[in-house]
């Protein structure tokens, strides 16, 4: 099959291959739209089955990108970038060099950051052969560093509007919240669930995770294939994707779903299923984006961590008027996000005109 009729390639403007035979690299970056800035997005180290699973990945996740930063008004396209890894576990600082020479080979059409199994130390491997990365340690209070203690704000606070909304509930003090990978973004996200007094399960398949959460909380631990479907009002996918499907929707037992992960729907009628079950979604793209906000602001050098702050905290606003819009149309909150981004790629707006100082 041709990849221009693969069913996810989506009008991607560009897609690369790399490979480096000493450090082992094998990577493709992904580059769905530059109608509102160069394209951003997160880089993921991950042990793929095959290769097609690893294009499928970089494809879903970069166009996510584009949707993200439109509805983020960041002045940024969408794009992504998969590491193959070989094995579970870290990559060497060999192999992210390389990857940093691939992302430089692109002039700048493509900005890359933190994702799923990579952290900011290999972040600053990276940023030694390009500058076209983010999401490093700044000086001060400037905007920038590990992007998902934000990602985390903006979730916690898309979970109070999401509850609110679904629930009638002005906090999250004695809700109970079930929380699918407790990583980056999922510890940080317990952290302040536990200070909103919420009463939280935790699972993830990796021990020393759970074990840190475990240390600083009272959580009650599922097994990682049951947690989808515990006995709770909220729901917080926030390890990988896909995990709403035709399958798991029937018999999720929350209410709300609020998280982290990037594509959570299996596909777009997912979000349909999910009202029919009297689930209120919100939609990944938005609640999630606090990273983005945050690796935006350190990229073009515009800010300071309240600035992020003050962006990031509209995210719930952001999620209510998409939550009124799909009760006044009576459709599924994901078709109404999906519409809205590509109404602003489409107008252009968002993309403010910026100077990239980094
Ligand atoms: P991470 O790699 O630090 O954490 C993911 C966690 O999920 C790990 O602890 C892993 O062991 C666990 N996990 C994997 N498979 C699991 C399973 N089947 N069941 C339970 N746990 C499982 O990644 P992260 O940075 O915390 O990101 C988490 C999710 O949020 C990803 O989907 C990522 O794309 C998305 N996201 C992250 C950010 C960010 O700022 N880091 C921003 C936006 C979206």
């Given at each position: 099959?041709?990849?221009f009729?693969?069913?996810?390639?989506?009008?991607?403007e560009?897609l690369?291959?790399?490979?480096?035979?000493k450090?082992?690299?094998?990577?493709?970056?992904?580059?769905?739209?530059?109608?509102?800035?160069?394209?951003?997005?997160?880089?993921?180290?991950?042990?793929?089955?095959?290769?097609?699973?690893?294009l499928?990945?970089a494809?879903?996740?970069?166009?996510?990108?584009?949707?993200?930063?439109?509805?983020?008004?960041?002045?940024?396209?969408?794009?992504?970038?998969?590491?193959?890894?070989?094995?579970?576990?870290p990559?060497?600082?060999?192999?992210?060099?390389?990857?940093?020479?691939?992302?430089?080979?692109?002039?700048?059409?493509?900005?890359?950051?933190?994702?799923?199994?990579?952290?900011?130390?290999?972040?600053?491997?990276?940023?030694?052969?390009?500058?076209?990365?983010?999401?490093?340690?700044?000086?001060g209070?400037?905007?920038?560093g590990?992007?998902?203690?934000?990602?985390?704000?903006?979730?916690?606070?898309?979970m109070?509007?999401?509850?609110?909304?679904?629930?009638?509930?002005?906090?999250?003090?004695g809700?109970?919240?079930?929380?699918?990978?407790?990583?980056?973004?999922?510890?940080?996200?317990?952290?302040?669930?536990?200070?909103?007094d919420?009463?939280?399960?935790?699972?993830?398949?990796?021990?020393?995770?759970?074990?840190?959460?475990?240390?600083?909380?009272?959580?009650?631990?599922?097994?990682?294939?049951?947690?989808?479907?515990?006995?709770?009002?909220?729901?917080?996918?926030?390890?990988?994707?896909n995990v709403?499907?035709?399958?798991?929707?029937p018999?999720?037992?929350?209410?709300?779903?609020?998280?982290?992960?990037?594509?959570?729907?299996?596909?777009e009628?997912?979000?349909?299923?999910?009202?029919?079950?009297?689930?209120?979604?919100?939609?990944?793209?938005?609640?999630?984006?606090?990273?983005?906000?945050?690796?935006?602001?350190?990229?073009f050098?515009?800010g300071?961590?309240?600035?992020?702050?003050?962006?990031?905290?509209?995210?719930?606003?952001?999620?209510?008027?998409?939550?009124?819009?799909?009760?006044?149309?009576?459709?599924?909150?994901?078709?109404?996000?999906?519409?809205?981004?590509?109404?602003?790629?489409?107008?252009?707006?968002?993309?403010?005109?910026?100077?990239?100082?980094?």
């Amino acid at each position: 099959m041709s990849v221009f009729d693969h069913s996810e390639y989506d009008q991607h403007e560009s897609l690369h291959y790399f490979q480096d035979t000493k450090s082992g690299l094998k990577a493709i970056i992904a580059i769905h739209s530059t109608a509102l800035g160069p394209a951003a997005g997160g880089c993921r180290h991950w042990q793929y089955a095959n290769d097609d699973s690893a294009l499928v990945d970089a494809l879903r996740l970069s166009r996510g990108m584009t949707y993200k930063n439109a509805v983020a008004g960041l002045p940024l396209g969408g794009g992504k970038s998969v590491i193959l890894a070989d094995a579970a576990g870290p990559g060497s600082s060999e192999l992210f060099a390389a990857f940093g020479r691939a992302v430089d080979s692109l002039d700048g059409r493509y900005i890359t950051a933190e994702d799923v199994g990579v952290n900011v130390n290999d972040m600053r491997i990276v940023r030694n052969e390009t500058r076209y990365v983010s999401g490093l340690p700044q000086d001060g209070k400037n905007a920038g560093g590990d992007p998902s203690p934000w990602t985390a704000l903006g979730v916690f606070l898309g979970m109070e509007a999401t509850a609110k909304a679904r629930l009638g509930v002005d906090s999250l003090s004695g809700l109970r919240v079930a929380v699918q990978g407790v990583g980056h973004v999922g510890l940080q996200l317990c952290r302040l669930l536990h200070k909103a007094d919420a009463i939280i399960t935790v699972a993830d398949v990796n021990r020393r995770n759970l074990q840190r959460v475990r240390d600083e909380m009272p959580v009650t631990e599922s097994p990682p294939n049951d947690v989808l479907f515990s006995d709770v009002d909220i729901l917080a996918p926030c390890a990988l994707g896909n995990v709403l499907n035709s399958e798991t929707i029937p018999r999720i037992r929350a209410r709300v779903i609020a998280g982290a992960a990037n594509n959570q729907l299996s596909v777009e009628e997912d979000g349909a299923r999910l009202v029919e079950q009297g689930i209120l979604y919100a939609p990944d793209y938005v609640i999630n984006a606090g990273g983005i906000i945050s690796v935006s602001r350190e990229y073009f050098g515009q800010g300071s961590e309240e600035e992020v702050r003050a962006d990031v905290s509209r995210i719930p606003g952001r999620l209510q008027s998409i939550f009124d819009e799909a009760a006044a149309r009576e459709i599924p909150t994901n078709i109404v996000a999906d519409e809205l981004a590509r109404r602003i790629v489409a107008d252009g707006n968002g993309a403010a005109e910026v100077e990239q100082v980094a």
